[in-house]
C-alpha cells in the first residue's frame, strides 16, 4: 500500500508518454532492471526486466545512506542525539593518543553532510582495519569540519556506530518498528563490519518497492499512513542545501553538482535523490509530485546521469501533454506495466545434433587465480551439466545448467561485504564445438557472470567476466584434467587433495 497526500489537479504521465520514455531507455542501452514510478502515492507505471522483480530484494550500495539518514532523523526525534554532539563524544575508548582540533570539533552534523574534514578518500584506510570506528577517528583531519565536501562512505558508517551506540540494538532492530513495519516492509538484510556494526552507508537490500515507499515518506514529509515516522524538520534539513558539492562534480553530471543535503544529492526542479553504485536511485520530486524508484546495472555513474536526463526529459517536461486518445488515460486504479527479458535471459540458437560434441564427466585443478578458485568438477546428466567449484570456504557448491532452458537455483555469491546465500539464474549454451558458455545471473544485484570453458586436450581455459564490478571484473586461468570418467556428485563437494595431476 502506498499512501500520499495528493495534490489535486496535477496532471498525470499518459501511457503515451510512458511508452516513448521506456522505448527511450532501450535505445540508449541503459541497463536498467527495475523501475517504478508514483504520482500522488499511487504506481502509474512498472518496469522491470526478467529475471528481475519489483517485490525483490536489491542490494542498494550507497542509496543504503539515505536510510541511514532516515534513521538519524528518528534517533534525533526521541532526543538519543543531536546535531551538534561531538563524535568522539560516543567513543571515548577508541580514541587516538591525541585528538586534532578538527577531530574534536567534527559533529553529527557534519557526518551528515560528507562534511567532516577529511582531505583524502579515507574507504581504504579504515576498511582494511578489524575496528573501524577505531581506524576513522584515528585519520588525519585536514580541514576544519564544515568547510570542505568529501563524500565519505565511512561517515555514513560512523552514523550507523552512533546511532547503535546510543539506541543499544542494532540499526535494522531499531528501525523496525520505526520506519520498515510502518511502512509495510519485510525486515531486511543489512551488512555489517567486522565487528558486527551495521555498515550504514552500504550493504542494504530493499525492493523497489520497498525504495518507492521511503520515497514517498520523503514526499509526504515524514508521514505514511497517517503516522508520523520521522519529523519535516529533519527531513527539510536533509533535503536542503547543506554542503557545497559543486567543485567535486565530474563535468556533465549536472544533478551532482547541486548541492548536497544529510545524504541526499539536490538535483534540479527541487528534486533529491539518493543513490548507489551501478544506478540504484530513489527520486523525489515534490513539485511534480512524484517517487521514481530504480535498480540498474550500470557500469558507471555517468550512465545515472543519462537515466535523470531522460527523466526530466521525457517525463517531467510533458506532464502537461495530453493524452490523443482519451481511452488510454491512466486514472488512479491503474498502472502501466511494461516488460521484458535481460539479455541474458535470451537462449542463442543451438548448434545442429551433428554439431554438438559430448561433454564428458572430467574434474580440472586449476591454476592460481584472482578468486582462488581451485577446482571445476563437470558432470553431464542428459541436457543438464552440474557444475561443481570447489574454493574451500562457503562458496563451495554445485550450480546445474540445462541446455535450451534458464534454471533458477541458490548459490553463493559476494553481495557488497560478504558472501550470500541467494537466487541464481544459469544458463548455457556451446558457442563451438569447442567453447562452452555459462550465464549466471544474481537478480539481488546487478551482477551478470559468465563462464567461458575453452576445452582442449586434457586440459581447460577459464574465463571469468562480470558485467559490472567494483574490484574483479574479469580472469583467465588453465585447468588440468586430473580425472575424468563417470562422476557421482549427488551435490557432494570433489576434495581436490584427492586428485593428482596426471
Not at 176 to 197: H, K, S
Request: charge should be negative.
Amino acid at each position: 500500500m502506498f499512501v500520499s497526500q495528493a495534490l489535486p489537479g496535477k496532471p498525470r504521465l499518459t501511457p503515451s508518454v510512458l511508452t516513448d520514455f521506456f522505448s527511450r531507455i532501450q535505445q540508449s542501452g541503459l541497463a536498467v532492471n527495475t523501475f517504478m514510478l508514483l504520482q500522488d502515492g499511487a504506481v502509474t507505471a512498472e518496469f522491470a526486466r526478467a529475471p528481475y522483480r519489483v517485490d525483490q530484494p536489491q542490494l542498494l550500495y550507497s542509496l543504503s545512506k539515505s536510510v541511514t539518514s532516515i534513521a538519524a532523523g528518528i534517533a534525533i526525534d526521541e532526543g538519543l542525539l543531536k546535531l551538534t554532539d561531538t563524535v568522539i563524544s560516543f567513543f571515548p575508548h577508541k580514541l587516538p593518543d591525541t585528538i586534532s582540533a578538527n577531530l574534536a570539533r567534527m559533529t553529527v552534523h557534519h557526518l551528515l553532510s560528507m562534511n567532516a574534514g577529511h582531505g583524502d578518500n579515507i574507504y581504504g584506510a579504515v576498511a582494511q582495519n578489524k575496528d573501524w570506528v577505531q581506524a576513522f577517528l584515528a585519520q588525519e583531519v585536514a580541514y576544519e569540519p564544515g568547510s570542505h565536501y568529501l563524500y565519505s562512505t565511512h561517515c555514513t558508517y560512523m552514523l550507523s556506530a552512533i546511532i547503535e551506540q546510543v539506541a543499544g540494538e542494532k540499526l535494522v532492530d531499531f528501525l523496525m518498528p520505526r520506519l520498515f513495519e510502518p511502512l509495510d516492509i519485510p525486515r531486511p538484510v543489512w551488512e555489517t563490519c567486522p565487528l558486527g556494526i551495521t555498515a550504514g552507508g552500504m550493504g542494504l537490500s530493499l525492493s523497489t518497492e520497498s525504495i518507492a515507499k521511503l520515497g514517498q515518506l520523503l514526499l509526504n514529509k515524514g508521514e505514511y499512513a497517517g503516522r508520523r515516522i520521522v519529523s519535516e524538520r529533519y527531513l527539510a534539513l536533509a533535503a536542503s542545501e547543506q554542503s557545497d558539492n559543486r567543485l567535486s562534480a565530474k563535468a556533465g553530471r549536472i544533478d551532482s553538482a547541486q548541492g548536497y543535503g544529510y545524504q541526499f544529492h539536490l538535483c534540479r526542479r527541487g528534486c533529491f535523490r539518493g543513490d548507489g553504485s551501478f544506478g540504484q536511485l530513489l527520486l523525489v520530486a515534490p513539485r511534480e509530485n512524484i517517487v521514481i524508484a530504480a535498480t540498474s546495472a550500470f557500469p558507471g555513474m555517468q550512465q545515472l546521469q543519462t537515466l535523470l536526463d531522460l527523466i526530466f526529459e521525457q517525463l517531467f517536461d510533458r506532464l502537461d501533454q495530453p493524452e490523443a486518445d482519451n481511452s488510454l488515460e491512466i486514472n488512479a486504479n491503474e498502472r502501466f506495466v511494461f516488460s521484458q527479458t535481460h539479455p541474458a535471459m535470451l537462449l542463442p540458437s543451438a548448434l545442429p545434433p551433428e554439431s554438438r560434441p559430448g561433454l564428458k564427466p572430467a574434474v580440472y585443478r586449476l591454476a592460481d587465480n584472482p578468486h582462488g578458485l581451485k577446482v571445476i568438477a563437470l558432470d553431464m546428466q542428459e541436457e543438464q551439466l552440474m557444475l561443481q567449484m570447489f574454493y574451500g570456504d562457503a562458496r563451495d557448491g554445485v550450480l546445474p545448467f540445462r541446455f535450451g532452458q534458464t534454471l533458477s537455483t541458490r548459490g553463493v555469491f559476494c553481495k557488497d561485504l560478504a558472501l550470500h546465500q541467494q537466487e541464481v539464474v544459469t544458463t548455457i549454451a556451446w558457442q563451438d564445438r569447442d567453447s562452452l558458455k555459462l550465464t549466471l545471473i544474481y537478480p539481488e544485484t546487478p551482477y551478470i557472470v559468465t563462464y567461458i570453458m575453452e576445452f582442449r586436450p586434457e586440459a581447460i581455459q577459464l574465463t571469468f567476466q562480470m558485467n559490472v564490478s567494483l574490484n574483479i571484473a574479469e580472469y583467465s586461468t588453465t585447468g588440468i584434467l586430473t580425472a575424468a570418467g563417470a562422476l557421482s556428485l549427488n551435490h557432494a563437494i570433489v576434495n581436490p587433495d584427492s586428485l593428482t595431476a596426471d
